[in-house]
């Protein structure tokens, strides 16, 4: 069980999860309860303006569930809504912050691993060894890999993986380095970790395929959002190259 000082926010961000919600919200309630704080900790979700019922089933679920907080804000994709809950768990006076996925492709099962190392790194941070999910998706992890190394000089094992635990006194310190609404913010998130020489860990996940709905993302997105990320890459780079 976790000390009272000890405030874990899971952040969840969730867009047309109609299918997926329930069972997430079952499987990683009771790790919040494990790890309560004193009752201060918090599973947050953020619809991120769903066209479906995500939102309503979310409120239902809360009348039953004391820590689990829903929120819902205007769509501005998953990036934009992982950022809107750092901020959400840093306002809130948050210790440590997870964060995963709505679609049911990682386990709960693997968090406690990363809660045992979370006072010696500042960010433990789950490494897709073997992904599920297709072969497209593993080629835009490696090529996302390469084009970091190219862009910013440093190397990244897996820089977007939704299963990440960092301690929020070191996000505190550099999220503000983060574009406001930025689409890939846990990847620069990784490389800013990684260019200012933060502890991080990466510990095997499982990656499963997605547990139901339909991913809303495809591949003409993916090749969008990268033409995208490289001219965002080189001018991030220029200012954290500055205050480094």
Known sequence: MSAAGEKLYIVIPAYNERDNIYKVLDDWYPVVEKHSGGGESRLVVIDDGSK???YAIMQEYARTHPLFEPLTKPNGGHGATVLYGYHYALEHGADYIFQTD???QTLPEEFEPFWKQKESYDMVIGWRNKRQDGGNRVFVTRTLRLVIRVCFGVSVTDANTPFRLMKA???QKYIGLIPK???LSNVILSVIYAKK?????YIPITFRPRQ???NSINMKKIFGIGRQAVRDFRKINKVLSRRV
């Open 169 to 171: 006194s070191t996000l």
């Open 212 to 214: 139901g709905g339909v």
């Open 181 to 183: 609404d930025f689409n």
């Open 197 to 201: 020489g933060c502890k991080v860990k």
């Open 52 to 54: 479906d019922d995500t």
């Open 102 to 104: 709505s679609d049911g």
